[in-house]
C-alpha cells in the first residue's frame, strides 16, 4: 500500500512540474530594470533581444552594471522590474533549473579544483565516462595542444590547489574549454579573456566560431575594443543603461 502511495504521488509532482524551458529563437529583455535593497538602480529599464547563435558583447566602465546583467540573465539575481523571455515565454521562478541547463558561464577568475586536467573539463561528470577526443580537440583548438603533450600524465595530470601550476591564460582557456565540453546553447563570458594577450584572444575566437557555428549563443564582457569586430552586435553599458554601438554587418 506504502509502495503504491509514493509511486502515486511522485506521479502526481511529476505531472504538475513546470514544462522544461526551450531556446530556439529568442532571448529578450523587457523594461529590466534592479537594484540592491534600497541602494541606487544599477539597471534601469533594459530592453535588449538576442537571437540565437548571435554573437554579443557587453563593454562599459567598471561599475556599469555588466556582471550584475550576466547574473540577472542567469537568475543568480532577480530583477526589480521587467521580465526576461526565452521563446516569447516569460521566465518565472519555478523555470530556473531549467532554464540554468542552456548556459555555461565563464567567471574572470574561473575555479580550478585540486584535481585532473579531466575532472576540470568534464565538470560535474564522472571522469571515467568523459568524452576524451572531445576534450583532446577542444585543448587544441584553444591552442594548448601542445602544452596538452608536454604534460607528464597527460589529461590524467593534477595541477595543485586552485590550478597554483596554471598560468592566469591558461587557467582562462580550461574554464572555456569546461564551457564548450558542456554543449550549453548560451555561453556567458565575464571578462573570461583579459589574462590573455591579443593573438591568443584571437586564436580563442576561432575557437569559438570552430566550435559553436550557430547553434550557441555568445554573451561576453569585455574591455577590448580590439576584439569587438568579432561580435555581431557591440552594446555598451553606462550607469545602468545600454546603447547599441555595432549593428550586424557593420565594423568598429
Known amino acids: 500500500m506504502l509502495t503504491g502511495l509514493t509511486k502515486f504521488t511522485a506521479q502526481k509532482e511529476e ?45 562599459g566602465p567598471s561599475g556599469s552594471g555588466k556582471t550584475t546583467l550576466l547574473l540577472v540573465l542567469m537568475r543568480f539575481l532577480k530583477e526589480t522590474q521587467g521580465e526576461i523571455r526565452v521563446d516569447g515565454i516569460a521566465l518565472e521562478d519555478h ?3 531549467s532554464w540554468r541547463k542552456h548556459l555555461a558561464y565563464v ?4 575555479i580550478i579544483l585540486d584535481g585532473s586536467l579531466i ?23 584553444l591552442d594548448l595542444g ?3 603533450n608536454q604534460l607528464p600524465d597527460g589529461l590524467m595530470t593534477r595541477f ?10 591558461q587557467r582562462q582557456r580550461l ?31 576561432d575557437a569559438l566560431k570552430a566550435v559553436a557555428h550557430q547553434s550557441k549563443t555568445l554573451i561576453m564582457v ?6 569587438l569586430h568579432f561580435f555581431d552586435k557591440v552594446f555598451q553599458l553606462q550607469q545602468g543603461q545600454i546603447l547599441e554601438l555595432k549593428q550586424e554587418g557593420s565594423h568598429v
Open 15 to 59: 505531472s504538475s512540474s513546470p514544462p522544461p524551458v526551450h531556446f530556439n529563437t529568442t532571448l529578450e529583455l523587457k523594461n529590466i530594470s534592479f537594484r540592491f535593497s534600497e541602494k541606487p538602480m544599477v539597471l534601469h529599464h533594459l530592453n535588449l533581444t538576442i537571437m540565437k547563435g548571435q554573437r554579443i558583447a557587453l563593454t
Open 95 to 97: 523555470h530556473c533549473i
Open 107 to 110: 567567471p574572470q577568475h574561473p
Open 119 to 141: 575532472e576540470n573539463i568534464a565538470f560535474g561528470s564522472d571522469p571515467e565516462k568523459a568524452d576524451k577526443e572531445k576534450i583532446i580537440e577542444l585543448l587544441r583548438l
Open 146 to 148: 601542445t602544452w596538452l
Open 160 to 169: 595543485g590547489e586552485r590550478g597554483i601550476k596554471l598560468s592566469g591564460g
Open 175 to 205: 574554464a572555456i574549454a569546461r564551457a564548450l565540453y558542456s554543449d550549453a546553447d548560451v555561453l556567458l563570458f565575464d571578462e573570461a579573456t583579459s589574462q590573455i594577450d591579443a593573438v591568443t584572444e584571437k586564436e580563442v575566437h
Open 222 to 227: 569585455t574591455h577590448r575594443q580590439s576584439s
